[in-house]
């Protein structure tokens, strides 16, 4: 049996049905990431489990027992919310102690918890800090020394590193994940960004109006979208229908699914290759912008109208220039199809 598991989940604010029968597994010690875009039915899924949503239908289990309606402080669960909800008036240390004082537990072993918490999030030189002096970042591993202090059964994570900088988020994301491997928790975390989902998780739900669109690995939906909506929620990809991919193929392509491209899986070039392969699909272009994207650069090129997302490497900027005629190869196999 899964660890945790969501049965006929269904939620609604009125006539807005938020989640649709959600049926959901997730296993002990993996790192899950609900994905999706702004009102898709994620945090509301995340706050029905720590018990701060109620549900219309449906059941709840965690470790084997049925937690639909017990009370939010008996569940054992942690959260991280996006304003990290840190109390202004108490230090750093009094503010990770809070939840273990409630426990009534003596002072030396709620200091030696309070310490090792804080060690695990590199905040140990800040214990008599107040949150107004902390950055984002640090008051961020703060709200995470909290709830790991309590040594919960279960992590949840709502959008936790959405008010931070690029560059620390990136090192929030690799602290946060050494923490959840080092004490072998269960971790969910919400998200819209799904380059944060692939960097982070064992497994990712792409959520779709209160549906589960897609479940499987970072690789699993990147590579293998089983509907147009993940294809363009993973990746960028070009979804082309089948008669613009027609009029591109100059009528080579004759079927009438739509077709999905993954803007690396087209190859640039400046001159035309004079054999045609059989398993190649060949363009013609012209390149109208690009973007810059750290190593990788995005070439939009336009095709018989329809403009197309290129992705290769940034050393070929010296290569190619905007207004440039350049011709693009794709391997059949590297084509998807979608009714």
């Known amino acids: 049996m899964a660890y945790i598991q969501f049965i006929d989940i269904s939620k609604s604010y009125g006539d807005n049905k938020v989640l649709k029968n959600i049926n959901l597994s997730i296993e002990k010690n993996e790192f899950v990431t609900l994905l999706g875009s702004s009102g898709c039915g994620k945090t509301t899924l995340l706050r029905i489990l720590a018990g701060f949503e109620s549900i219309d239908s449906g059941k ?17 669960i942690g959260m991280i919310f996006q304003s990290y909800c840190l109390f202004p008036t108490m230090n750093v240390f009094n503010n990770v102690a809070y939840g273990l004082r409630f426990k009534k537990i003596d002072k030396k072993t709620i200091e030696k918890e309070v310490f090792s918490a804080l ?5 140990q030189d800040k214990a008599k800090s107040y949150p107004s002096q902390l950055s984002g970042g640090q008051q961020q591993r703060v709200a995470l020394a909290r709830s790991i202090v309590m040594k919960p059964k279960v992590l949840l994570l709502d959008e936790p590193f959405n008010a931070i900088d690029a560059k620390l ?4 994301q690799i602290k946060v994940k050494e923490i959840h491997e080092e004490y072998g928790m269960t971790s969910i975390m919400v998200t819209h960004d799904q380059d944060e989902a692939m960097i982070m998780s064992d497994t990712i739900h792409l959520v779709k ?4 669109e897609q479940s499987g690995t970072s690789t699993e939906l990147y590579l293998y979208p089983r509907t147009k909506y993940v294809a363009s929620f993973m990746g960028n990809y070009n979804v082309l229908e089948p008669k613009v991919f027609s009029k591109m193929t100059l009528g080579k392509y004759t079927d009438t699914k739509t077709v999905v491209l993954r803007p690396e899986a087209i190859e640039i070039q400046s001159e035309k290759c004079g054999k045609i392969e059989k398993d190649l699909y060949q363009f013609e272009g012209i390149i109208q912008d690009y973007i810059p994207q750290g190593n990788i650069v995005r070439f939009i090129i ?7 997302n290129v992705d290769t490497l940034v050393d070929n900027l010296t290569y190619f ?3 440039q005629k350049v011709y693009l190869d794709v391997d059949l196999e590297k084509v998807l199809y979608y009714d």
């Open 209 to 212: 109006n209160g549906n589960i």
């Open 169 to 172: 988020r990136k090192s929030l």
């Open 119 to 123: 060690e695990s999030v590199n905040l």
């Open 302 to 308: 336009l095709v018989e109208d329809t403009k197309l």
């Open 321 to 323: 220039s905007i207004g």
């Open 60 to 76: 709840i289990v965690l470790d084997g027992e049925d937690i639909t309606n017990k009370n939010p402080r008996d569940r054992n």
